[in-house]
């Protein structure tokens, strides 16, 4: 019904930067907040980044000045663009959409996820 398509995840060195890149398709009347999750070995999945389509965003604090989110509303696509990656930012990262897929259901969609990984 609603598909997320993710791109950009790999191997990096620390220090070093990634953009990562999710296309949302299918059935969507209105897509809400995008944003993006990471789970590492052992632990929860959290919130990284997320953007409204107004442009509003809510950055978690272990990422804020060096990871930034954004939006092309015209093609569904949500970045993020990781900066000054640290070996604690490795994790699968998982593109998230609140979708309205007509007027009266919402619900959010996940994509497969991409792994991430920050080593020397």
């Known amino acids: 019904q609603v598909q997320l398509v993710e791109s950009g995840g790999g191997l990096v060195q620390p220090g070093g930067s990634l953009l990562l890149s999710c296309a949302a398709s299918g059935t969507i009347f209105k897509i809400n907040v995008m944003g993006w999750y990471r789970q590492a070995p052992g632990k929860q999945r959290e919130l990284v980044a997320a953007?409204?389509?107004?442009?509003?965003?809510n950055i978690a604090d272990s990422v804020k000045g060096r990871f930034t989110v954004s939006r092309d509303n015209a093609k569904n696509t949500v970045y993020l663009q990781m900066n000054s990656l640290k070996p604690e930012d490795t994790a699968v990262y998982y593109c998230n959409a609140d979708v309205n897929t007509r007027w009266s259901f919402r619900r959010d969609y996940w994509g497969q996820g991409t792994q991430v990984t920050v080593s020397s």
């Open positions: 953007i409204t389509s107004g442009g509003s965003t």
